[in-house]
């Protein structure tokens, strides 16, 4: 629906952020929010809130809040995240192994089906009951195996040939773990860094800035 | 000095992204180069990436692009990156675990320096040459070493405790891996969510509205 291919980049991030808190609230057992609490705890405008679930079309009576269990199904079914996906880690020293194992992601529709490496000897010690090959295969396994986002957690300097082999392979969406950024057509695939080291320099310019 | 007091909170996340792709640079061995090539490498407007490193004040000339090594050491005295700051990890599964052994983090100027875990089957088994503690003792050794930076890699339902921990003993920054949003006073604490399955999610949801 045309509607719905408008959405902003900006409303779906944020309705992102909502439909993974709602999850936790849910398993606190929680089962009304308002806009007001919800935009204190992301530190989102209320009414933003209300903007981008309204976005998504009739949810139900807002005067008593709204439920919880009702308006994440409502989010998950809006943005097909019920729709399922497959996902990869090409790099699997010791974060690689560590995302590779996540149980979450099952909440967004998304199944880790194959970890890479470069390092046979890595591959062979690995314990992992998801199935692992050498990194020469991405493109292979990737289109075999219909696998569309790929987590890249390699050394920078082996980012970009990592992220290549994926995209080859036809992978639509990367988070990128390294600080290497990805040259990519951003009308083909949608890239993501989440750079550990980035954000603790930015805590650090923060506080030296803001409170020392 | 009052102008660097007054750098936007947007500068700061821009230059520090700067950052850290000049250290990529110059790893690589490139010398020198222009706004242009960084605008096109961080998807940022060649004008914007110009003004912001301005705003630290002369850097030298610009004609013939930037010299790798010295803007970047530009940016880390102005942004006082070279200030060690030291930091800590809660939570030691297996992310947890990784990011208490990242390498990179001396870049910035960060040192990790302890590791908490309520599990003390966990702390005794753990392989790592940084001290780990049990969880109860965060706020004393987070005062006692002097840490300001605090990483939470705990369950989400763990993941207020833990903060509240390390900002009792005086942590000035957080980096939230769990997708629970953290209850804190912004004017005294930085937090950052870093949240892969919401980073799926959106990737998600954006492939389903924009190329399906």
Redesign the interface.
């Known amino acids: 629906m045309s509607e ?2 408008g ?1 902003p ?1 900006a409303s ?2 944020r ?3 909502l ?3 709602l ?2 609230l849910v ?2 057992g929680q089962a009304r929010v308002s806009s007001s609490e919800l935009g204190r ?3 989102i405008a209320p009414h933003s809130i209300r903007k981008d679930i309204s976005l998504l079309g009739e949810v139900g009576n807002v005067g008593s809040g709204y439920d919880t269990t009702r308006l994440r199904a409502h989010i998950r079914d809006r ?3 019920e ?1 399922p ?1 497959n ?1 990869c880690v090409v790099g699997l ?3 690689g ?3 590779l ?2 149980e ?2 099952r ?4 199944t880790m089906v194959a970890g890479f490496d470069s390092n046979i000897n890595r591959l062979e010690t690995i314990r992992t009951s998801i199935e692992v090959f050498p990194a020469y295969e991405i493109a292979e396994i990737v289109q075999r195996k219909k696998i ?2 790929g ?1 890249i957690a390699v050394p ?2 082996a980012a970009q040939e990592a992220a290549d082999r994926l995209m080859r392979g036809g992978v ?4 990128n773990f390294s ?3 990805i ?1 990519h057509n ?1 009308e ?1 695939v ?1 890239v ?1 860094t ?18 020392e």
């Open positions: 719905k291919r959405l980049e779906i991030a309705l992102c952020m439909y993974t808190l999850g936790d398993e606190q705890i992301l530190d943005l097909h995240l729709r996906r996902a020293g010791k974060l192994t560590a995302i194992g996540f979450r992601f909440e967004s529709g998304i569309v986002l987590v920078p300097l639509r969406g990367i988070v600080p290497a950024p040259r951003p083909k949608f993501t989440m750079d550990v080291e980035r954000e603790f320099a930015i805590l650090s310019a923060r506080i030296a800035f803001n409170n």
